[in-house]
């Protein structure tokens, strides 16, 4: 039988790099076009686009008005949180940004400089990021939902000359501020902002100190009023760094160069998600997430496409039928979202009764990635909505999709469980310990080889050796993803989950590491472990084991400690970390090294029999804490 249109592409994008990305290029405008598209003179590391001049924010803007489309939609923001509503055609964006980007210029941002943004889902999010763009700057965009000490450590790294925040985030409950977050991360950082712009929200409007600036009157100013014209950067200048975290508490600043994300992402809008120009998509993420930078802002806006910002949850804003409403009242024809909110509606309304009072002719996908898509959510997804559902796997590494199924290209079979084949520039493979491939239907280490597709990270922000040694150096000539899994006899991924220690909380990757030392931080506390155990809401959520120092007594502070320790964790890496359970146990499992043994651990408690390692320093240790982890 001869090769399909996925298989073909797949193979001419392995085959010849250099001509697929070099034609995909075509449909971005370069300043200067790129002579060379694959610098690969310096293994591991590989740069595409080089020589390319280009401004990413003129090809997600600019671009749609010069060509005429200036009246159509680029952005719906949809807000049941605040019951707020607001289009803006590509003309609007365009103007709002051109006076941020001039107001970043007022406050001295230059080409190279970061800026910090720590916004909930509001217009002005987007805007920033794209006048950041527009001036060569760098964005780093920190999640609301982060605490002050994880802003702090982000703050410390990227050295922004100017953080752009708003006064307050608005979730079902409560209203967040985020000004004295912010103030109290300046505080914890060594780094200094020159200024901080606040976005007055009238849920809950900050105070303003003396580095303060209003908003509305940074976007009102002489700066912001004389604007900025976008200035063209090289392909392999970096658009923005994005922290995500890793297994110890010092998150990754994953650089995203310029050149390459622009033309993977266009490409995949079409190859991928199947949305073109006009057409909407509603990726319900949220901006402080590599789902939310790639698919809610860059690829919708580069496709000349319209994005909905969606400021609320799955249920309860107000209830589950909320992203049927958005779809049907935006005319949105791929949703992409996380497993888990419509693990959240299915339990809300299993029959999916509210379905019925929208209509969604125009919908055709549901996109769904950042967690497993267990094959009973699938199902229900799948019946319920009566369009295909397509599983996506990536990481904030790779910034696009990894495996998929290609709608635009060639719809394949869905198998439920998989995310289906390698997305054509990702050379799969699944190896065993000793870097050798192993069997389909054999579970390994699931790698890329080198290079990456255009994209992809280059580097971590301002440390190169901590990228080689963390993704490059177990297998060399392979990019370490991170996940296990195994590809089928039919060539289908199968991603079971992280080897390592990272969390998956409803489908935000957060690291044992920072919950750890929050934990540690606690007097009372002389040793701690986090391991992430199977939750059926949120895929995943930390369970906590806490050793007291040996002059505490347990029986009669151990209740206090505990709920110390829970809101401990609340304060210093943020609500999103969802700590509920801390267990008090005498001990830790751990080799003969030190190390202790989370992955065992976890395996007990999601109920698995795991064989010990034979390194382990006292198996009494764990024989003695099996109960207890069954128990949770
Ligand atoms: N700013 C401040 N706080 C935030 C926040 C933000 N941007 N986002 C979440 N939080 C808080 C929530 O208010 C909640 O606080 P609480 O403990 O006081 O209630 C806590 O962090 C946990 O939030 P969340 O993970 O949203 O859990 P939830 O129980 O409120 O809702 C779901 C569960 C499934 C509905 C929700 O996780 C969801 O919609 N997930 C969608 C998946 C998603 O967007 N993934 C991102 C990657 S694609
Ligand atoms: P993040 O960097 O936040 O996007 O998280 C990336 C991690 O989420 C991956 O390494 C996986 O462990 C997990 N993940 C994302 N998408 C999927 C998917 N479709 N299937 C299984 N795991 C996924």
Redesign the pocket.
């Known amino acids: 039988m001869s090769p399909g249109p996925y298989a073909r592409t797949y193979q001419a994008s392995l085959a010849d790099p250099g001509a697929f990305w070099g034609a995909a290029a075509k449909d971005i405008d370069w300043v200067t076009p790129p002579t060379t598209v694959l610098d690969d003179s310096r293994p591991p590391f590989y740069r595409w686009f080089p020589d390319g001049e280009l401004n990413v924010c003129f090809n997600a803007v600019d671009r749609h008005v010069a060509q005429g489309r200036g009246g159509q939609p680029a952005l719906r923001y949809d807000s049941p949180v605040t019951g707020a509503r607001l289009t803006l055609t590509y003309a609007e964006l365009l103007e709002q940004v051109r006076a941020v980007a001039g107001g970043l210029r007022g406050l001295g941002v230059d080409k190279g400089d970061r800026v910090v943004i720590y916004m ?1 889902m509001v217009p002005e999010a987007i805007v920033a990021m794209l006048a950041c763009a527009r001036i060569g700057a760098v964005h780093s965009v920190v ?3 982060f605490a002050p000490q994880e802003l702090a450590a982000r703050i410390d790294d990227a050295a922004p000359k100017v953080i752009l925040t708003a006064s307050c ?1 608005v ?1 079902p ?2 209203v ?1 501020p985020y000004k004295p977050f912010l103030d109290e991360a300046i505080r914890r950082s060594s780094h200094r902002p020159d200024a901080c712009v606040v976005l007055q929200r009238e849920q809950r409007p900050a105070e303003l100190g003396e580095r303060d600036l209003d908003w509305q009157d940074f976007v009102t100013g002489d700066a912001a009023r004389a604007g900025a014209e976008p200035v063209p950067v090289r392909g392999t200048d970096p658009l923005y760094i994005l922290y995500t975290s890793g297994t110890t508490g010092r998150p990754k600043g994953i650089v995203r160069d310029s050149g390459g994300y622009a033309v993977a992402l266009r490409w995949s809008m079409t190859a991928i998600f199947d949305v073109g120009p006009g057409e909407t998509i509603f990726t ?3 901006v402080g ?1 590599v ?1 939310g930078h790639s698919y809610i802002v860059y690829a919708p806006l580069l496709a000349g496409a319209t994005t909905v910002l969606y400021e609320g ?3 309860g804003t107000p209830d589950a039928g909320a992203f049927w409403r958005v779809i049907a009242e935006h005319g949105v024809k791929a949703l992409f ?2 497993p ?2 419509f693990r ?1 509606i299915k339990r809300e309304d299993s029959r999916a009764t509210r379905l019925a009072a929208y209509d969604l002719g125009g919908f055709r996908t549901l996109f769904l ?2 967690e497993r898509l267990d094959p009973d959510t699938y199902e229900w997804a799948s019946a319920t909505l009566g369009v295909p559902v397509i599983d996506n796997w990536w990481q904030t590494e790779t910034g696009w999709p990894i495996a998929a199924n290609l709608k635009g290209i060639e719809q394949l079979p869905i198998k439920p469980g998989s995310p289906s084949v390698p997305v054509p520039g990702y050379d799969v493979r699944v190896l065993d310990g000793e870097g050798r491939e192993v069997e389909p239907g054999q579970e390994g280490a699931i790698c890329i080889r080198l290079p990456m597709p255009p994209g992809t990270l280059p580097t971590l922000w301002g440390d190169d050796e901590r990228f080689v040694s963390s993704y490059l150096s177990a297998y060399p000539g392979y990019y370490l993803t991170g996940d296990g899994g195994y590809v089928d006899e039919d060539g289908y991924l199968f991603v079971m989950g992280r080897t390592d220690d990272v969390l998956n ?4 990757r957060l690291s044992t590491g920072s919950i750890e030392a929050a934990l540690a931080g606690h007097e009372a506390v002389a040793e701690c472990a986090v391991i992430g155990v199977r939750d059926e ?2 895929g995943q959520v930390p369970r906590a084991l806490v050793v007291l120092k040996s002059d505490v007594d347990a029986g009669a502070e151990g209740e206090r400690i505990r709920r110390e320790l829970v809101h401990r964790v609340r304060a210093e890496v ?3 970390a ?1 700590l509920r359970h801390v267990d008090i146990v005498s001990g830790l499992p751990k080799t003969r090294s030190g190390k202790i043994l989370r992955k065992t651990m976890r395996e007990i408690a999601d109920g698995q029999a795991p064989a010990v390692p034979a390194t382990i320093e006292d198996a009494t240790v764990l024989d003695a804490l099996r109960p207890v982890l069954r128990e949770g």
């Open positions: 909930p999640f609301g939902g985030g979730e409950s409560r967040v319900a993420s949220d997430w789902v949850k799955p249920v979202t996380a888990t909110a959240a990635a950042g909380v409803a489908g935000h809401l949120k943020g609500a999103v969802a």
